[in-house]
C-alpha cells in the first residue's frame, strides 16, 4: 500500500521559516519525481515545485522562487521543502506527489497558516 505522509506545517509569523516533510513508503522512492502542491481555501491547487528523481533538478513556482527549497533523502524516502520568508498568501495546505509515468500518488496535505 502506497503512503505519503506530510508533517511540520502549523502556524508562522510572516518571515518566519518552516521545514516540511513527506515520508513516502509502498513504492521504490528513488523512481519517483515529486511535486509539492498548495491549496489555498477557494483557490485552485497550484504546483509549488519540483524535484526529479534522475538527478534531484528542481524547479518552483514563480511565486515562491527564491524562498522555498526542495530536497530529498532517498536513503529515507523523504522529501523536503524548506520554506523561508514566509508571507501570509503562503497560507495553504500543502500536498506531496510522488509521480512516474502513468503513476501517481497524493498525501493528505499538511496545512500551514502565516499570520501575526
Known amino acids: 500500500q502506497v503512503q505519503l505522509v506530510e508533517s511540520g506545517g502549523g502556524l508562522v509569523q510572516p518571515g518566519g521559516s518552516l521545514r516540511l516533510s513527506c515520508s513516502c513508503s509502498?513504492?521504490?522512492?528513488?523512481?519517483?519525481?515529486i511535486n509539492w502542491y498548495r491549496q489555498a481555501p477557494g483557490k485552485e491547487r497550484e504546483l509549488v515545485g519540483a524535484i526529479s528523481r534522475h538527478n534531484n533538478s528542481t524547479n518552483y513556482a514563480d511565486s515562491v522562487k527564491g524562498r522555498f527549497t526542495i530536497s530529498r533523502d532517498n536513503a529515507k524516502n523523504t522529501v523536503y521543502l524548506q520554506m523561508n520568508s514566509l508571507k501570509p498568501e503562503d497560507t495553504a495546505v500543502y500536498i506531496c506527489n510522488a509521480r512516474r509515468y502513468f503513476d501517481s500518488y497524493w498525501g493528505q496535505g499538511t496545512q500551514v497558516t502565516v499570520s501575526s
Open positions: 509502498g513504492i521504490t522512492f528513488s523512481r519517483y519525481g
